[in-house]
């Protein structure tokens, strides 16, 4: 089970941190990931880092702006995202697989149930 959180309203230039914690003690055995869905938008690709280097890879609208890191011993991945642009209001959600699945939403089998990021300009 994944929980996600830190959602919020925040003015362009500023900055979030979501957290996503989860449940279960298999945690490193999945690779993570960070999709957002605006209203009226398919679910679309924000970053991923993998379960076994932590090496990580990133939308192209969000590369030098968001950090994807991941904390096993807590059990919790996280997406710093600095400089945010209206264009980033979503409802972020969280995802795991236990094969490495990049950006491909439809790989992903177990989700959390997402956090509303507003930017307003």
């Known amino acids: 089970q994944l929980q996600a959180s830190g959602g919020g309203l925040v003015q362009a230039g500023g900055s979030l941190r979501l957290s996503c914690a989860a449940s279960?003690?298999?945690?490193?055995?999945?690779?993570m990931a960070w999709f957002h869905q605006a209203p009226g938008n398919v679910r679309e690709f924000v970053a991923v880092?993998?379960?076994?280097?932590?090496?990580?890879n990133y939308a192209d609208s969000v590369k030098g702006r968001f950090t994807i890191s991941r904390d096993n011993a807590k059990n919790t991945v996280y997406l710093q995202m600095n400089s945010l642009k209206p264009e980033d209001t979503a409802v972020y959600y969280c995802?795991?697989?236990?094969?490495?699945?990049?950006?491909?939403?439809?790989?992903?089998?177990?989700w959390g149930q997402g956090t509303l990021v507003t930017v307003s300009s």
């Open positions: 279960g003690r298999t945690f490193s055995s999945y690779h």
């Open positions: 995802a795991a697989a236990q094969f490495y699945a990049g950006r491909y939403y439809q790989s992903y089998h177990y």
């Open positions: 880092i993998r379960k076994s280097d932590a090496s990580s």
